[in-house]
């Protein structure tokens, strides 16, 4: 089945903060979720990736408190959730440790925070490897700016973000999340370098769409193999005498390739070739080749099955399947791994026919119900009166 986007999100949380508050919220805060469509497990290796900010996003009406104190309620959950900027704690997995952990993460970095009341919804998928949490973080984030009065920074906040991910929630994840969510561009792609923080929007064809393929599998970063790999990256970085795999380079990488044992290098096969993908299909899409481009996804898959080994046999089907449709130019999955979301570029036109094949070849295949989401490229986070 595919996922229809018809209803209006930013009137939705404002009536929720009505019944939940009283009154208007102050400000109405859009964060988008995201879709990598080549670069995964480079950027906490300091490396490239290229991620577009997707129309599917986390929502935040605010309105400051004038007090110490943050409530905020979720339209999605129906719970509510309280806490103290002065005594901020971690309770337990529950989702506003999301916040709190924003908050926590901006106090480390001295700025002065202040109170306020909001209702948080989105359509992100969670778990789907589509970044709600990153989407989140950096709306509570510019909640924080605005309330607090202090400068919104499209590269400090997501700094913040990734702080929060690791020293809050305890997922050691990088920074292309809540990058991409602070500064995407519509009809645009994103090339970050991960260690200088260079941008560069790279324009997306107009003729291709960007299906995500939900496999209907779940993961979280914390309860999956995510840090483990990173652990890994860092045990074959240190082999090599660099802080980070973004300094080996394919040619060191097989010279040495039999002083790390097997695991190791072929995490670090992934890594150092994947960086290399990623700026081959920046190259690919500037002169208009979707046919290279569509290929280098292909062969990301491939490594991330096969060397990083985060896939999951669902998965495999949903790309394999994808891979082989007409209207395809390339597929693979995205995100953490470990279930979640493979991405694929449509030809416009054919859309429909091919979420209808895969769907029900998938579904014959795995017993899993899969949802399409046809996704455009984005801007970032955004702001608006309520």
């Known amino acids: 089945m595919s996922n229809s986007q018809k209803i209006d999100q930013r009137s939705v949380v404002i009536k929720h903060f009505s019944a939940q508050f009283g009154g208007e919220p102050v400000y109405v805060i859009r964060a988008p979720g995201r879709v990598n469509l080549i670069g995964d497990h480079t950027d906490y290796n ?3 990736v ?9 929502w935040l009406a605010v309105r400051p408190n004038n007090t110490r104190t943050v409530t905020v309620h979720s339209a999605d959950f ?15 997995s529950h989702w506003s440790e999301y916040v709190k952990g924003t908050a926590w993460a901006l106090s480390e970095r001295g700025y ?6 909001g209702v948080v919804t989105g359509n992100i998928p969670p778990g789907a490897g589509l970044s709600s949490s990153a989407a989140l973080e950096m709306a509570v984030a510019k909640a924080f700016a605005l309330v607090s009065g202090f400068a ?27 990058t991409i969510s602070a500064n995407g561009k519509a009809g645009h792609a994103l090339l970050l370098d991960c260690r200088t923080m260079a941008m560069t929007h790279v324009r997306l064809p107009s003729d291709y769409a960007v299906v995500i393929l939900d496999t209907g599998t779940r993961h979280q970063h914390t309860e999956s193999g995510y840090n483990e790999r990173r652990e890994q990256c860092e045990t074959a970085a240190q082999h090599f005498g660099v802080s980070h795999l973004r300094d080996v380079g394919v040619s060191e990488l097989q010279a040495q390739a039999d002083q790390l044992d097997k695991t190791t290098h072929k995490r670090a096969r992934h890594v150092v070739t994947e960086n290399a993908r990623v700026l081959q ?10 046919g290279t481009f569509g290929r280098l996804m292909n062969a990301s898959h491939v490594s991330l099955r ?5 896939s999951m046999p669902a998965m495999d089907v949903m790309v394999a399947l994808a891979q082989a449709h007409e209207a395809c130019a390339g597929a693979r999955m995205t995100g953490g791994g470990f279930g979640g979301a493979a991405v694929a570029l449509v030809a416009a036109g054919q859309v429909e026919d091919f979420i209808r094949d895969i769907a029900t070849a998938y579904r014959e295949q795995t017993d899993y119900d899969a949802v399409f989401y046809v996704c455009q490229a984005a801007e970032g986070v955004g702001v608006g009166a309520g």
């Open 306 to 310: 096969d060397d990083f080994e985060n």
């Open 50 to 58: 290229m991620p577009m900010a997707i129309d599917r996003a986390i």
């Open 281 to 290: 299909a920046v190259g690919a899409l500037l002169i208009g080749d979707i």
């Open 112 to 117: 002065a925070l202040a109170g306020w009341d």
């Open 46 to 48: 300091d490396g490239f």
């Open 152 to 178: 919104w920074d499209g590269i400090i906040m997501p700094q913040v973000g990734q702080q929060a991910e690791n020293g809050w929630m305890g997922a050691n994840t990088g920074i292309m999340d809540q």
């Open 78 to 92: 129906g719970d509510t959730a309280v806490f103290n900027l002065d005594a901020l704690e971690r309770i337990d």
